[in-house]
């Protein structure tokens, strides 16, 4: 055996949830004796996908002596569980620059006459840079928040520090931001404020930060060129497993970012919830108009 990253679950911290088992598609893990256990070296690629989904933070990362992960063993699994199993999966390894278990899992579904739920050309990695079992940076989550307080914080009566921005640390409050990476239940969704944005907004609106992203969590992405579908099911999941106190929709006045207006509405419906709304439109040139 060799060393490579793997998960490591923390059963003090455990409770037995089950939270991390759908987020799992590889099948590595299973709830045993009122605990999340890894089940197999073999089911597990390292890379993190059910972190996310602890809200007790017992998964974490790990390099260990471990088997090597085995992705034709793994589509075994996956196959079993159906089609959108099959497309998590696949868009999983695509999200993690994983050209090698992609080609893998893709070459596993022709061999047996299985259908490829999603176009080839969607799959394709344009830009490698990470390597087998490495932890994705994007997908790790942090939490800025008690850092800013602490930045805000006054010294002393009727003294202050200077805010976020002057220090040129700006009003992000986590990481990641993107809504294909944040996993709904991250602890900095709790009773949060959110800010869904289109990714030009803080391009083209200068005063981004201190006008739209103060105090609030911020969900970005694009919807033109993402899976749309994907984007109103994670921000559905979002709404329902968080008391959301209020979401502000920022999109660029060019029509095709009004979709993500469209998006979010209909994810509020799905989610069955009533939730403050507002849209705010930036034009090109860096107006704010609504």
Avoid at 68 to 92: C, F, P, S, T, W
Avoid at 124 to 144: L, Q, R, T, V, Y
Avoid at 179 to 208: G, H, Q, T
Wanted: hydrophobic content about 35%; charged content about 30%.
């Amino acid at each position: 055996m060799a060393k490579r990253k793997i998960i490591n679950i923390d059963e003090e911290k455990c409770n037995g949830c089950g939270l991390c088992i759908p987020n799992c598609p590889e099948g590595a893990l299973q709830i045993i004796d009122g605990k999340a256990r890894l089940i197999s070296d073999l089911f597990c690629d390292g890379l993190g996908a059910c972190i996310g989904y602890c809200p007790e933070g017992a998964i974490t990362i790990e390099e260990r002596e471990a088997q090597e992960y085995d992705e034709r063993k793994v589509m075994e699994n996956i196959v079993k569980q159906g089609k959108n199993v099959i497309k998590a999966h696949l868009k999983h390894l695509r999200e993690h620059n994983q050209s090698e278990y992609l080609k893998q899992a893709i070459d596993f579904l022709k061999e047996r006459n299985i259908e490829i739920p999603v176009e080839e050309e969607h799959l394709a990695i344009k830009h490698k840079h990470m390597s087998p079992f490495s932890e994705c940076p994007g997908s790790k989550i942090m939490d800025f928040r008690e850092e800013l307080t602490k930045v805000s914080k006054p010294i002393s009566k009727g003294v202050s520090q200077p805010n976020p921005s002057a220090q040129g640390l700006g009003q992000l409050r986590q990481w990641p931001v993107q809504i294909m990476l944040v996993p709904p239940f991250a602890p900095y969704l709790k009773d949060a404020d959110l800010l869904i944005a289109a990714d030009c907004v803080p391009f083209a609106y200068a005063d981004f930060h201190d006008d739209l992203l103060k105090g609030k969590i911020l969900l970005v992405g694009c919807p033109k060129f993402d899976d749309v579908d994907f984007y109103k099911e994670r921000i559905t999941q979002v709404l329902k497993n968080n008391n959301i106190k209020s979401i502000t929709c920022a999109n660029m006045e060019v029509p095709c970012c009004f979709g993500l207006v469209s998006i979010v509405k209909s994810a509020i419906s799905a989610s069955g919830k009533d939730i403050p709304f507002k849209e705010v439109t930036i034009s090109i040139k860096g107006r704010r108009l609504k």
